[in-house]
C-alpha cells in the first residue's frame, strides 16, 4: 500500500541538532515534533540515550512520533553510534520493530 501524498508522517522533514540534543520534526517549515536524548559513553561505544519524544496536540494521531524516531534512528545507525532507548516512546518503537532496530541497542 502506498503513502498517500498528503500524509503529514511522509512530509515530515527531519534534522539533527546537535548542540541542543535533539531531533526536529517540521511540517512547511512549522516545529511540530521532537526527540531530546542525552549523549552517553557505554562499554560498546558511544550512545544516544532517548529520553523524550514529543508531538504537538494539532499534530497528535498522524504517525510524526514514529516518522520521527524511525529518521533518527537511521541517522543514528549512519553515524555508527547506539541507542538507549530511555523514553517510552522509543523503548515501545524498538520493540516493535526488533528486526530494523536491534543493531542499535
Same mark, same amino acid.
Request: proline share 7%; with cysteine.
Given at each position: 500500500?502506498?503513502?498517500?501524498?498528503?500524509?503529514?508522517?511522509?512530509?515530515?522533514?527531519?534534522?539533527?541538532?546537535?548542540?541542543?540534543?535533539?531531533?526536529?520534526?517540521?511540517?512547511?517549515? =512549522?516545529?511540530?515534533?521532537?526527540?531530546?536524548?542525552?549523549?552517553?559513553?557505554?562499554?560498546?561505544?558511544?550512545?544516544?540515550?532517548?529520553?523524550?519524544?514529543?508531538?504537538?496536540? =494539532?499534530?497528535?494521531? =498522524?504517525?510524526?512520533?514514529?516518522?520521527?524516531?524511525?529518521?533518527?534512528?537511521?541517522?543514528?545507525? =549512519?553515524?555508527?553510534?547506539?541507542?538507549?532507548?530511555?523514553?517510552?516512546?522509543?523503548?515501545?518503537?524498538?520493540?516493535?520493530?526488533?528486526?530494523?532496530?536491534?543493531?542499535?541497542?
Amino acid at each position: 500500500m502506498s503513502t498517500p501524498p498528503n500524509d503529514p508522517a511522509a512530509r515530515l522533514a527531519v534534522t539533527h541538532h546537535e548542540s541542543a540534543h535533539r531531533y526536529e520534526g517540521r511540517l512547511d517549515g =512549522e516545529l511540530v515534533a521532537l526527540a531530546d536524548y542525552v549523549p552517553q559513553e557505554t562499554d560498546r561505544g558511544t550512545a544516544l540515550a532517548f529520553v523524550h519524544t514529543e508531538v504537538v496536540p =494539532e499534530h497528535q494521531d =498522524e504517525g510524526l512520533a514514529s516518522a520521527l524516531v524511525d529518521a533518527a534512528l537511521q541517522d543514528v545507525r =549512519e553515524r555508527g553510534l547506539r541507542v538507549v532507548p530511555a523514553c517510552s516512546f522509543v523503548r515501545l518503537h524498538v520493540r516493535r520493530h526488533p528486526e530494523r532496530y536491534a543493531d542499535l541497542l
